[in-house]
T-cell receptor, first 116, second 108 residues
Framework: ETGVTQSPTHLIKTRGQQVTLRCSSQ?????VSWYQQALGQGPQFIFQ???????GRGNFPPRFSGLQFPNYSSELNVNALELDDSALYLC???????????????FGPGTRLTVL | AQRVTQPEKLLSVFKGAPVELKCNYS??????LFWYVQYSRQRLQLLLR?????SIKGFTADLNKGETSFHLKKPFAQEEDSAMYYC??????????WGAGTKLIIKP
């Protein structure tokens, strides 16, 4: 069984640029959730995708967008980067049996984004 | 408002001593609560969820709706319990709402 993978591991961008982060879900999982974790904070829910559709969204502006592909891998896109977007971005996959946060989520190692 | 509060950023106890990691929540509905753990250089993983009422690695947590708490307890701490612990609440809109985490250090 392959766990959740994320790429890249680290990324440095400048203000105003755009970034795409990638996540491969665990085998057999159809749901992917994305989180932003600032230093010293708990993860903040960005959104969730279930079978290629956005299934819930946290309090993030529209410049945070995502996609889920037929193989259930996912992308997080952030446009017009701001300094405050610097954080660890976590992806988690789940089996989508009960729905939403109720399912056990399996996390990737994260992508560390630095915005200069 | 839906919120999870972990009042201690850092908790340090001696090996063999009891451990209690505090978690308080604010939620208008019927909550489902979780504890996640992150060991050094590892990824976040589920430790336990209140609905299953399991004991994992000697840890237990009881949901107290009157006090809106879900404290994590272990009677005898072990050095391998040193980690970052997060309490989380399954809220509306399919999201998990997280506390800021407590770093647990077990001293030998």
């Amino acid at each position: 069984e392959t766990g959740v993978t994320q790429s890249p591991t680290h990324l440095i961008k400048t203000r105003g640029q755009q970034v795409t982060l990638r996540c491969s879900s665990q085998s057999g999982h159809n749901t992917v959730s994305w989180y932003q974790q600032a230093l010293g904070q708990g993860p903040q829910f960005i959104f969730q995708y279930y079978r290629e559709e956005e299934n819930g969204r946290g309090n993030f502006p529209p410049r945070f967008s995502g996609l889920q592909f037929p193989n259930y891998s996912s992308e997080l896109n952030v446009n017009a980067l701001e300094l405050d977007d610097s954080a660890l971005y976590l992806c988690a996959s789940s089996a989508g049996l009960a729905g939403g946060g109720t399912d056990t989520q399996y996390f990737g190692p994260g992508t560390r984004l630095t915005v200069l | 408002a839906q919120r999870v509060t972990q009042p201690e950023k850092l908790l340090s106890v001696f090996k063999g001593a009891p451990v209690e990691l505090k978690c308080n929540y604010s939620y208008s509905g019927s909550p489902e609560l979780f504890w996640y753990v992150q060991y050094s250089r590892q990824r976040l993983q589920l430790l336990l969820r209140h609905i299953s009422r399991e004991s994992i690695k000697g840890f237990t947590a009881d949901l107290n709706k009157g006090e809106t708490s879900f404290h994590l307890k272990k009677p005898f701490a072990q050095e391998e319990d040193s980690a970052m612990y997060y309490c989380a609440l399954s809220g509306s809109n399919y999201q998990l709402i997280w506390g800021a985490g407590t770093k647990l250090i077990i001293k030998p």
